[in-house]
Every structure is written in structure tokens, then in C-alpha cells.
Nanobody, 126 residues
Framework: VQLVESGGGLVQAGGSLRLTCVHSGRAFRSTPMGWFREFPGKERECVASISWSGSSTYYPDSVKGRFTISRDNDKNTVYLQMNNLEPEDTAIYYC????????????????????WGQGTQVTVSS
């Protein structure tokens, strides 16, 4: 499985970005997906995850109401819409895929994900 991310960049505080991740495998429809971010010297944190059907999502309090994860199972693609960005959101963002799952629940723990994208830099200026 390969995950290819796009959409990062530089934006001013209050602005928006949309990240896109394309999954190369044939089991995407049964695969929970997530977006993580990594700050220098810190562990990755989950900023959004979505169940394989798209019916359930998870967000930490730090991004709730500002970030939205969605997926298009016909296009093997997951998105992260980020609105009202803050300088504190500056980080490298990674798309992640877990193994195919039977339970239709989002996964927020890093160790549950087996596949990772290359990462895309998001920089928010003040």
C-alpha cells in the first residue's frame, strides 16, 4: 500500500488548507484512515480519523470544529479540510492507513496504523 499526500503549504493565520491522500490498495473501502501531525522533537498526534464507511470520525479537542476529515471510497481518497488555521498548527502532516477492519470505527492510536504517507509540511504564519 502506498499513500500519496498533497495540499500542504504556507498559509496565514485564519486561512484554510485541504490535504488529500490517495491510497493505492484495493482494500481501501474497508480501511480506517487517519491524519497525524508531528512537531519537532515530539511524537505524532492524531488530528483526525475516519471509519471505513465514513460514518464515524474522531477529532481531538485541539482541532475540533476547525478540521474535517472525509473520504471518497470510489476514488480511494481521504481528505483533511483545515479551517481557521493557527500558528500552533504548523507541523508535518501524515496520512495513515490501518489494516482492513471489520469494526466500522475510527482509530486514533498511532500503533494501529501500518501504512504512512511521506508527510506534507503545513506552515501557518501569524
Amino acid at each position: 500500500v502506498q499513500l500519496v499526500e498533497s495540499g500542504g503549504g504556507l498559509v496565514q493565520a485564519g486561512g484554510s488548507l485541504r490535504l488529500t491522500c490517495v491510497h493505492s490498495g484495493r482494500a481501501f473501502r474497508s480501511t480506517p484512515m487517519g491524519w497525524f501531525r508531528e512537531f519537532p522533537g515530539k511524537e505524532r498526534e492524531c488530528v483526525a480519523s475516519i471509519s471505513w464507511s465514513g460514518s464515524s470520525t474522531y477529532y481531538p479537542d485541539s482541532v475540533k470544529g476547525r478540521f474535517t476529515i472525509s473520504r471518497d471510497n470510489d476514488k480511494n481518497t481521504v481528505y483533511l479540510q483545515m479551517n481557521n488555521l493557527e500558528p500552533e498548527d504548523t507541523a508535518i502532516y501524515y496520512c495513515a492507513a490501518s489494516p482492513p477492519a471489520t469494526q466500522d470505527t475510527p482509530m486514533k492510536m498511532e500503533y494501529l496504523y501500518d501504512y504512512w504517507g511521506q508527510g506534507t509540511q503545513v506552515t501557518v504564519s501569524s
